[in-house]
């Protein structure tokens, strides 16, 4: 017997939910006689996720419409469900998906989509902003708005950072870890679709607020500088601008020096022209201020004689402060210290640090939305604007470039603009059983950080005082302005047909689809030197009165431009792709769906380092990677019994390199504190995919899930970490293979309470238990006879000196635990949730000059997450109470030999705590 479920758009791909509180009511045992029961709006007090029907029992309410927009889905697709009884609708995909509703969401009390998605079976959230899926690295994610691309504003990344989307500006997020075709062929671990809001059930307006703090940051000593007035908006009123003397320089073509081209006095008067103590002084704060939030949302649907017209809008507005106070070690190498004894690491560079970062993120959506027949359309425009401003000092010493007896204090200033705009046009139509979806966008990301200040000043015991004096070992100061500018233009369609007067159903699916990303990024670097020498008083003076105008033209200080001794100033790229699939999906006897399909792309890539002073004796080395692929991929789902089912699929992927990682430009990473290049010789990663799943549901949104995964990678890209005169640098190298395999389980039960009493506070409610555990282990192999290319020479190595044989990938961990108890009332919004988190070890470097791999710990973490609705002189009330790291748990990363500990970078996170309220009218 076949039962065919109506749901809402796309979703053929869309609600195998893993690892989060179920959002799907269970399937119907007949076909659906009222429509189905809406997902939450966003904006409106959203229903418990799983709150029955008022008419329908347990195991037969109407299925919830969580609104997904991928490729191929086709509007209100028919989703053929096999079995006599399906208690979840949740087993009709044809992959293994998961699926956050907005109430989902909504649950964890996150307030992007990055921590959300960290609750979802295999996932892990690197840096509260990167996804890992099943330990595989952020590169090997792709990320997807309504089933189009969308570009990375942080120059470090090519997959765009999950922070920067507010949960309140989507309608769900999808995570797809089996291949299907209908997807771009760049798919290592997983794709993750964020579906932005479109038509609103009914009218709706929410304004909502958050304050909140943390044990190590708010109301605790922290550094500030004064930057602009309008800093607190995340926007710099121009106090950054870049001067136009030194505007004009830039543009000359001509590398800043005393020469030909510069006279001292041309120089002096650039030098002067920067904006001086307002970037430039560090300054205590005693009581960092609380983190605070708002946000507005709004929406209305009418009618336009047989159209439904949606109107969706948010805004918002975060401002939030973090203050880390670690340790910062990197060593030499291994060394025996005494004669016969294993040997250890010691550090040759061993800083105290302390830093605070104010970040701000502003946001706003606008949708505009059409519903008419079985066709659907959505105008989509998105805009995020995220800034970290960043003040750091440390302290210690420097044994290779300075000496083990001086100690020195460095301090930084530094100012990050990202920036995306987004707008898409989506059209998805249904005439019978045709579908037809059209897709197109333009999206620009950039990122902006003028005044990237360091000034790095020695001990002196003739003085008893620090000193820098701009030339001697350990005493300098350095600015940078970067910049980077992206375009992404990009469109497809897809036609499906499904054939049903045959001896079994058959559906047949094909698409195109393009891809165009180009790049430039800028980067100058410039060094304060002076013509003669300081005297020493000049050089006890703090940095803004050391740079001084009256400096600058008394003792000939001047800039002098670093960009041509580090890499290339200037990197033009693009990545255009064409792509063409074709699927088909069979059910050949009752209980078999079989879908198998191929993709064919062609990806041109090129990443063009520009001299731009023509010096002649720099060797700048294009990259230039053409290559097309054929990407097979298939599913079998075999429903063997009427509540259980088993899954199989295998399928071939790739994954190119990272602009990033294939530009030599040096960008400085705040998180790590250290320099990130590119390896221009990198080449195309080529993966082969296969997965079992065995599936039991016993019961409305109650399961217990099992499986299995391989895949085999050809040719991964790894971080290598190496020095260069004491300086700690990362750059990329591809390995000769690896493989990759693993397990994953999940269940989810609920536990009404209305036995132990049927009124009263307990009578609507019940417990919510879910737990997933996802093990992975993965190995690189290095035989006799492998080779990689290294950076900068492009020489051709032993890929032995680079990697070892039996090392597991970067990024990988073996272990991921997520567990979610927790109490919901049926009948209204009243949730209290504990979410427990863990992630083993894992790598993050591969360690410099036959070091050990630089290795870093999650550890456990424990966040309550309490959501109320409360009615209050006739307005609806939602409050929210988080807490977050009750487990205290500190950020480690560090290297170990023989008992020995180099702590790479270890603080701490501190608990934090916030109160929000929303009032929806």
């Not at 807490?883 to 270890?906: C, K, P, V, W």
């Amino acid at each position: 017997m076949k039962l065919k479920t109506r749901l809402g758009s796309a979703l053929l791909v869309s609600t195998m939910l893993s690892g989060s509180a179920a959002f799907a009511q269970s399937a119907p045992t007949s076909a659906p006689t009222s429509a189905p029961t809406p997902a939450p709006t966003s904006g409106s007090t959203p229903a418990p996720a799983n709150t029955p029907a008022p008419a329908t029992t347990q195991d037969d309410a109407p299925d919830a419409d969580v609104d997904v927009s991928v490729p191929g889905g086709g509007s209100n697709s028919e989703i053929v469900v096999i079995g006599r009884r399906i208690p979840n609708v949740i087993r009709s995909t044809r992959e293994v998906v998961s699926v956050l509703s907005q109430a989902d969401i909504a649950r964890t009390g996150e307030g992007d989509i990055a921590g959300a998605l960290q609750r979802v079976t295999g996932l892990s959230v690197v840096g509260g902003r990167f996804v890992y899926v099943r330990g595989l690295g952020e590169r090997y994610s792709l990320a997807l708005l309504n089933g189009l691309p969308i570009p990375s504003p942080d120059p470090l990344r090519r997959v765009v950072p999950l922070d920067l989307f507010p949960t309140s500006v989507l309608a769900s997020s999808l995570v797809q870890k089996s291949y299907s075709v209908n997807f771009p062929g760049e798919f290592g671990g997983g794709v993750i679709n964020l579906t932005t809001s479109a038509v609103p059930e009914k009218p709706f307006l929410s304004i909502g607020g958050s304050i909140g703090g943390n044990t190590v940051t708010t109301g605790e000593l922290g550094l500030v500088y004064q930057g602009s007035n309008t800093d607190w908006l995340g926007f710099d009123n121009g106090t950054r601008a870049t001067p136009r003397l030194l505007k004009n320089a830039q543009q000359s073509g001509n590398l800043l020096f005393a020469g030909p081209n510069f006279s001292v006095r041309d120089l002096q008067d650039i030098t002067a022209s920067l904006t001086n103590s307002p970037t430039n002084v560090i300054q205590r704060n005693y009581s960092i201020p609380v983190n605070l939030a708002g946000n507005i949302e709004a929406g209305t649907s009418f009618d336009m004689g047989d159209v439904r017209v949606g109107l969706v809008g948010s805004a918002g507005l975060k401002n939030e402060w973090r203050t880390k106070s670690g340790l910062q070690q990197l060593s030499g190498g291994a060394r025996v210290l005494t004669p016969g004894s294993d040997p250890v690491l010691v550090a040759d560079q061993n800083y105290r640090f302390f830093s605070t970062e104010n970040h701000i993120v502003v946001n706003g959506l606008l949708g505009i939305g059409a519903e008419f027949a079985d066709h659907k359309v959505r105008f989509t425009n998105l805009f995020i604007h995220d800034t970290i401003k960043e003040a750091r000092i440390q302290s210690g010493f420097d044994a290779v470039n300075v000496g083990e007896d001086v100690l020195l204090n460095r301090n930084a200033t530094a100012w990050f603009e990202r920036q995306l705009f987004d707008t898409q046009l989506v059209g998805e139509f249904r005439f019978g059983q045709l579908s037809v979806d059209v897709r197109g966008t333009y999206a620009n990301s950039k990122r902006f950080s003028p005044y990237e200040r360091n000034n790095n000043y020695a001990f002196s015991a003739e003085v008893d005082d620090y000193v820098n004096d701009l030339r001697s070992p350990g005493q300098r100061s350095d600015i940078a302005f970067s910049r980077l500018n992206e375009n992404v233009w990009a469109g497809g369609f897809d036609l499906g047909y499904k054939f049903e007067n045959g001896p079994f159903p058959i559906k047949v699916t094909a698409g195109y689809a393009y891809s165009d990303n180009k790049r430039t990024s800028t980067r100058r670097d410039y060094r304060f030197q002076s013509v003669d020498a300081l005297p020493l008083g000049v050089t006890q003076q703090r940095p803004d009165f050391l740079l001084s105008d009256y400096n600058v033209y008394t003792y000939g200080i001047i800039l002098n431009e670093t960009s041509a001794t580090s890499g290339a100033a200037r990197y033009d790229a693009g990545l255009t792709v064409h792509g063409g699939y074709g699927q088909v999906e069979i059910e050949p006897v009752d209980g078999v769906q079989f879908v198998a399909g191929v993709r064919y792309e062609d990806g041109k890539q090129f990443v063009a380092p520009i001299d731009l002073f023509n010096l002649g004796d720099v060797v700048l080395t294009p990259t230039r990677i053409n290559n097309t692929y054929w990407l097979p991929a298939g599913t079998l789902t075999w429903n063997f019994a009427e509540d259980m089912q088993l899954r199989f699929s295998a399928s071939k992927t790739v994954a190119r390199p990272q602009f990033r990682e294939l530009a030599p430009q040096p960008f400085f990473d705040t998180d790590s504190d250290r320099n990130s290049f590119g390896n221009q010789f990198l080449i195309d990663s080529t993966l082969f995919n296969a997965e079992g799943r065995y599936e039991y549901y016993f019961g409305r949104d109650q399961r217990l899930t099992l499986g299995g995964f391989y895949k085999q990678i050809t040719n991964p890209i790894e971080t290598i970490a190496f020095q260069v005169g004491g300086s700690f640098n990362t750059t990329f190298a591809n390995a000769p293979k690896a493989t990759l395999y693993g397990a994953e389980a999940e269940i989810q039960k609920y536990f009404p309470l209305d036995a132990l009493s049927d009124s009263g506070f307990l009578a609507s409610r019940r417990i919510l238990a879910s737990a997933n555990y996802t093990y992975t282990k993965s190995r690189i192999k290095v035989t006799d006879g492998d080779t990689t290319i290294v950076p900068f020479t492009g020489q051709v190595v032993a890929a032995s000196e680079l990697f070892r044989d039996g090392q597991r990938l970067t990024g990988q961990s073996d272990h991921i635990v997520n567990l979610q108890l927790g109490i919901q009332d049926q009948d209204s919004l009243s949730e209290q949730t504990l979410l427990l988190t863990y992630a083993s070890q894992r790598a993050t470097n591969r360690g410099p000059s036959g070091q050990p791999d630089l290795t870093e710990r999650p550890g456990l973490r424990l966040d309550f997450v309490m959501r109320q609705a409360i009615e209050l002189g006739g307005f609806n009330l939602e409050l929210k109470f988080e807490a977050r790291n009750l487990t205290n748990t500190r950020y480690q990363e560090f290297q170990l030999l023989n008992g020995s500990r180099i702590d790479n970078n270890t603080y701490d996170l501190g608990r934090s705590f916030s109160f929000g309220a929303s009032v929806n009218f």
